[in-house]
């Protein structure tokens, strides 16, 4: 198996751990997310994974996407120890903390995203560059994220 991974990618994080505890071998493939711009926006990765995003498992051929999916399917390839609740409520409250932290984790990055954009636009307005805060400032009003 081939794991496609960043370090500090926490959801790349879970994958390894279920790996590990499982006791199953596998190769990382380290996919740096901020140098050079980003290896997960190149377009062989793309390919691979059209979200752009870590983590990626390779098994067999099969492509496999998002931490919890990738989770659930190693439980039921490899079922010792079992790693997701047996019981149905328990398992399905285990899906419904996935989505929210998905939820918690678009939030945050979006308020990254307008934090740096307004960095950026304070930094412009520094430079005497009036024309581009104004449209930095422009874009954080109007552009949807
Ligand atoms: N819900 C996804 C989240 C995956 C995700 O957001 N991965 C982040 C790293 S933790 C990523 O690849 N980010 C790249 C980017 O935002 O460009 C999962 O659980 O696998």
Redo the contacts with the bound molecule.
């Keep these: 198996m081939k794991l496609y991974s960043?370090f500090?990618?926490?959801?790349?994080?879970?994958?390894r751990i279920a790996l590990n505890l499982k006791g199953l071998a596998y190769d990382i493939v380290p996919?740096h997310?901020t140098r050079g711009g980003?290896d997960?926006?190149t377009p062989a990765y793309r390919q691979l994974n059209p979200?752009?995003?870590?983590?990626l498992l390779q098994d067999a051929g099969r492509l496999l996407?998002?931490?919890?999916?990738?989770i659930e399917y190693l439980d039921e390839v490899h079922p010792q120890p079992p790693l997701l609740p047996q019981e149905p409520l328990l398992d399905s409250q285990a899906t419904v903390l996935?989505i929210v932290?998905?939820g918690a984790?678009a939030a945050v990055?979006l308020l990254a995203e307008y934090n740096q954009v307004s960095v950026q636009a304070r930094e412009a307005l520094e430079r005497g560059d009036e024309e581009l805060a104004r449209t930095l400032r422009y874009d954080l009003a109007t552009e949807p994220r």
Aim: aromatic content about 6%.
């Design positions: 960043y500090r990618s926490s959801a790349a994080y879970r994958v996919v997310l980003g997960q926006l979200q752009a995003l870590v983590p996407t998002q931490s919890l999916a990738i996935e932290q998905q984790k990055d």
